[in-house]
Each structure stands twice: as structure tokens, then as C-alpha cells.
């Protein structure tokens, strides 16, 4: 795979197609016991030749990641939520990034200003989740 700007990037499997006449679901097993889900063009899922079984990547764009602190219990329509602990935390002049390490081994990375960094109290150990739309996960397929 080519080097790609997006921070976050899965690799992982189809496993399951939820075909509309414009978009389509695309469930991702990206390993450790997470799921993702990617809403994409149907047009895409043909000329990507997504079928259940299908080995993807599974790219976010770190400023398309929110997260929330704790284990809240909340239904979000969101539909990627993944859990882990924080890994990293580093301020920037205006933005930090956080880095939560996922349970099977994966991390997740989010740009987010250091105003929220300081209003979640965040630091390393602490348990968050990852929110990512599923308009803002990208499927790419190795040529």
C-alpha cells in the first residue's frame, strides 16, 4: 500500500455488504474483536470488487476522530466506537493528539484542541473511546 496521510489506518476483512441503490454499508473486522463500518458508494464497492471475505484497508483522518472520556454508556449514531485506554497524550500550540491503545493490540490516534484535552482531564491509563462516523472511514483495496 502506498504511504497515505490518514493517521489511523486497519487492516482488515469484509464481513458483510449492505447494499442500497446509492450507498452501502461495509462491515470491516479490523482484528482484536473491533469492527468498523464504512458508508460508501455502491459505485465504490464494485469498483473495489468488495465482496464478504475481501481484504481492506480501513483509513481515518485523525481530525475526523472524537473521542469521549471514560466508558460512557451512551447511544451515539455514531457507529464506530472503539474502546481502549490512552496511550499517549501530547499538546500542541493549539491541538494535541491522543492515542488510544485498542485491546487487540491496535492504537487509534485523534487530533482534538488542547482545550478538550484539558476539559476531559485525559492522561495515560485512562479508559476513552474512539467516535468515527462511518461517512468518515475510506476502504481501499491493495492493487
Known sequence: ????????????????????PINAEVSVDIGGGD???ALITRGSVENLGLQEGSEVQALVKA???????????????ARNQLRGTVADCRKGAVNGE????????????ATITNASIDALA?????????????????LGVAL
Open 1 to 20: 500500500m502506498p504511504q497515505i496521510s490518514a493517521r489511523n489506518q486497519f487492516l482488515g476483512r469484509v464481513t458483510g455488504l449492505n447494499l442500497g
Open 35 to 37: 469492527r468498523m463500518t
Open 63 to 77: 481530525s475526523s476522530v472524537i473521542i469521549v472520556a471514560g466508558e460512557p454508556k451512551l447511544k451515539l449514531s
Open 98 to 109: 491522543i492515542t488510544l491503545q485498542l485491546a487487540g493490540g491496535k492504537t487509534v490516534t
Open 122 to 138: 485525559l492522561k495515560e491509563g485512562d479508559p476513552a473511546v474512539a467516535v468515527i462516523k462511518s461517512s468518515s472511514v475510506i
